[in-house]
């Protein structure tokens, strides 16, 4: 968790909430985004202090409306969770724990240049790179983690696996697709579809119990109206 104390300013400036260009570059990219961004959400669901966000600008220079970036997922604790058009860091008082960038043929290098540094800079503690195409990254995930104002790569577990120390969760690829799973119980966060589809078997079970309690309530109607 990180505090920033920065000048104030008087002049009036516009903070803007877009730049006006697409969130992602493709369908693959966009969906492992939102993926990640609801499979964070549900993992914090209970804690009212973790805000998780993505493709939202975040200024962080008071009054200077170019001093912004829009990692395309992140963490904050210790600030209220409650939807946000844009994230000043001045207001907000923490910068991000933890990024993730989804990269692209269009950011790989930006990802792994000018936005992991000014991170660095805004002491985000870890900060990840994953290609869900693995095109462009060497492995397709990789981690860092903050040491002394500059990025560690993070080794990766006997299993492959990579370890945040900021989520407590670990990270790998399976199949392409970005895996989190916490290491204290064993449980794989669902993607979207696998909640979709866990909710509608837990429906049908839901529905089977009662047809089976309402058959037995009738049978023992029956039963008790034979006895009298």
């Known amino acids: ?34 993926a990640l961004i609801a499979m964070l959400q ?39 969770k409650h939807q946000r058009r844009i994230y000043r860091l001045w207001d ?9 960038e989804v990269t692209s043929r269009k950011t790989w290098l930006e990802d792994a ?36 104002g500059d990025y560690r790569s993070l080794s990766s577990e006997a299993d492959g696996a990579l370890f945040s120390d900021v989520l407590k969760l670990k990270l790998y690829l399976e199949d ?11 449980e794989r966060l669902l993607r979207p579809d696998e909640a979709l589809a866990r909710a509608a078997e837990e429906a049908v079970a839901r529905r089977e119990a009662e047809a089976r309690i309402a058959a037995l309530e009738a049978e023992l109607k029956r039963l008790r109206g034979n006895v009298e």
């Open 92 to 100: 907000e008082k923490y910068a991000p724990a933890i990024v993730f």
């Open 42 to 80: 549900h993992y914090f669901r209970d804690n009212p202090d973790v805000y998780v966000a993505g493709n939202l600008f975040i200024y962080y220079e008071e009054g200077d409306s170019t001093a912004r970036f829009a990692p395309d997922v992140f963490v904050v604790f210790g600030v209220p």
């Open 176 to 186: 392409g697709l970005l895996r989190l799973v916490n290491p204290a119980t064993g």
């Open 1 to 34: 968790m990180s505090t920033l104390t920065l000048p104030p300013t008087t002049r009036r400036v516009e903070y803007p909430e877009s730049n006006g260009e697409p969130m992602a570059e493709t369908d693959i990219h966009r969906e492992e985004m939102a």
């Open 113 to 148: 240049g000018n936005k992991k540094t000014l991170c660095a800079r805004l002491r985000v503690a870890e900060y990840f790179l994953y290609d869900p195409e693995a095109d462009y990254l060497k492995p397709a995930l990789q981690g860092f983690r903050l040491d002394n």
